[in-house]
């Protein structure tokens, strides 16, 4: 009887499965890759098989995706567990009051909330099938008694990167283009890709943001380029304030909430930092510290360092900004969004605010390499508070470490290559301090300098003369012919006339700079051997190559002395001497010199650089006065291409190349490519420098020379 009735039972009905889980979005986009590390992270055990480990935290800012990526998870797994409960976790209450909803559903009663929790946990802990979800956490202190035992998985979702303590963190970030264009193609059909791909540029990818404007386009029917223009002029209005299909709230929402929370987590400090944040870039931002309690650190000083601590971590935990690397970024829409709250009456007082925070940052000499990554990290914040600054109503001044700062980038634009960036910035700075300081402000005068600096390098020499003629006008009559900022101007202009062709007139000014150094600082200061610098190149463009190789070998030998191997000046001082040396017929030590010059330019520079390219097309040149013509003819070929790419194909420097490969393919008898370079590299010089510069009559001379083909 009891064996009939036992088989007769057969086995216990499996439990019906308890999921309760939100919708699924049916326009989820992407993110196979993070489904997977969170599959592997719930998977994953001790040694011996222990539980536990199944613990998975989803860190990211606000309309990053994370609730959805849990979602998504969730939905596709929800076969591998009989139960599966959601929890929204921003507030203890609703997480006590979801998993008081939990044990109801399992059968469990207790008199007090605290033991029907704690009866809970004995049921989960007895059990491995299970998954919890809690959504948004953003109080990890107040979850101590909220968290569910071992035995089963956990998977979190929130801002604060502090949750990824618990667990297996999972950094969630922007959304790839093709994702973003994806979802825009189907919540606006009629969106083309290339204008899916602007707009998800415009959203930097944000999934939330690429959610609300793929629906506001398509309801609204907007052009994209007409929806771009609303962007920058109304953001709260752009559709980023709409609630989504699934209704989660808008970004602005979002954005505002976590404003005002973090004025109440942790002050109005914080929060004035955050605004001044909003007025620099929407790139990293390097922050320091405090040298009252350490080694001072590159980047922003943010004052007291405690204070300082907690606002920036708030800031990070509210997913205002993100922290790494000893930096803050803001996601450029959280950016916009913060910025477009803040009324327009207060603009300004915060744009100074943020000018004294970003010159709080001490990179050091721009002149030198080994301060241009921290230069480089700098640029995006000047340009945005000068491109802003000239939106700001009325005349005010910049605060002025700030105008030390930006001189300083403009010269290591300049120092490293970067002229192009440079003369952008020189003029926005050189129109705001005209109207605001006046012309003849020494800060405006140092900006044209920089100016016309820049435009040389970009062979605009007529330009750089204009600037640089009333540069030095304006600083003989404000500063005095002696005093070294209208010298080195009386040098600026001296190049300009020698590229100009006009080596007599660039030779009295840079002699006439030379002495006045000499008699005010010394044969040794840096200053007077740049003017001595100066003096012999033009000496070798006027003839006098014995006098000018003398003067750069004396100058070479004390920048040394004085400035060490490795300065850029040192460097330029070998290798004009490397020239003097080639037209005087030492080769051999003046191809030593260049292979060295070019070296060392390499590994401080880089391949591209303007100098490290000028020591190759020398080199060249020397290699050819070798006869070795099919190196150099490799050689100049790579540096013509190079120019090419960097300057364009009438930039003079490029154009220096095509000279001398010409005649390279010249000396290896390939007349005919040699007289189209030729003609060609003639014909732009005339229209660039004019038929009379010295460049083109060269031209001129070397093209009627090219022999006939055989």
Known sequence: MHLTSLASSGPAPRPRPIHAIPSRNQA??????????????????????????????????????????????????????????????????????????????????????????????????????????????????????????????????????????????IDVTEFERDESITLLSRRCPSLSPDDADRVAAAMGDLPLSVEQVGCFLDETGLETADYLTLLRSQPAASGLDDRTVSAHPGLVSVVGTSRDRLVTTAGPAAAALLD?????????????????????????????????????????????????????????????????????????????????????????????????????????????LLSSDAALPGIRLNAEAFRTLVLNVQRYLYFSGQSRSAVDICRMTRDSWTARLGPDHPDTLHTGYNLASNLFELGEYAQAREVDQDVWDRRCRVLGMDHQDTIRSAHQLAADLCDLGDFAGARALDEEGWRHRRRLLGENHPDTLQSAHYLGSDLYELGERERARDINEDVWKRRRRVLGEDHPDTLHSAHHLASDLCDLGEVERARELQWSVLGQRRRLLGENHPDTLR????????????????????????????????????????????????????????????????????????????????????????????????
């Open 276 to 384: 001044r944040l909003a007025f620099l870039a929407p790139e990293p931002i390097p922050l320091g510290s405090d040298p009252a309690v350490g080694p001072p650190r590159f980047g922003v000083r943010l004052g007291d360092t405690a204070t300082a601590a907690l606002a920036v971590r708030k800031i990070v935990a509210l997913g205002l900004a993100r922290h790494a690397d000893n930096a803050l970024q803001m996601h450029r829409l959280v950016h916009t969004l913060l910025r477009a709250r803040l009324p327009v009456g207060e603009h300004g007082v915060i744009h100074h605010a943020a000018e004294e925070l970003l010159a709080t940052i001490t990179p050091g000499d721009p002149d030198t390499p080994d301060s241009w990554p921290e230069y480089g990290m700098i640029v995006p914040h000047v340009r945005e």
């Open 28 to 169: 989820f986009t992407g993110r196979t890759a993070l489904l997977e590390r969170v599959d592997a992270g719930m998977r994953h055990t001790g040694e011996g098989g222990s539980a536990g480990r199944g613990v998975v935290s989803l860190i990211g800012m606000g309309g990053i995706g994370k609730t959805q990526l849990a979602v998504e998870y969730a939905h596709r797994h929800a076969g591998d567990y009989q139960l599966v409960w959601w929890v929204g976790a921003d507030q203890p209450a609703a997480v006590m009051a979801s998993l008081t909803a939990l044990a109801s559903q399992l059968g469990l009663a207790a008199v007090q909330p605290s033991l029907l929790i704690r009866a809970l946990w004995v049921e989960l802990a007895a059990r491995r099938d299970w998954l919890l979800v809690y959504d948004n956490l953003d109080d990890l202190g107040a979850m101590n008694d909220l968290l569910p035992p071992d035995g089963g998985r956990l998977l979190i979702t929130g801002r604060d990167p502090r949750i990824g303590r618990i667990g297996a963190r």
């Open 615 to 710: 020591s190759a097309h020398y080199l060249a040149i020397t290699l050819h006065r070798m006869a070795e013509y099919a190196q150099a003819r490799t050689l100049n070929e790579d540096v013509w291409d190079r120019r090419r790419r960097l300057h364009g194909d009438d930039h003079p420097d490029t154009l220096r190349s095509a000279y001398s490969l010409a005649d390279d393919l010249c000396a290896l008898e390939d007349y005919t490519r040699a007289r189209e370079l030729h003609r060609d590299t003639w014909e732009r010089r005339c229209h660039v420098l004019g038929e009379n510069h010295p460049d083109a009559r060269r031209s001129a001379r070397a093209l009627a020379d090219v022999p006939m083909s055989a």
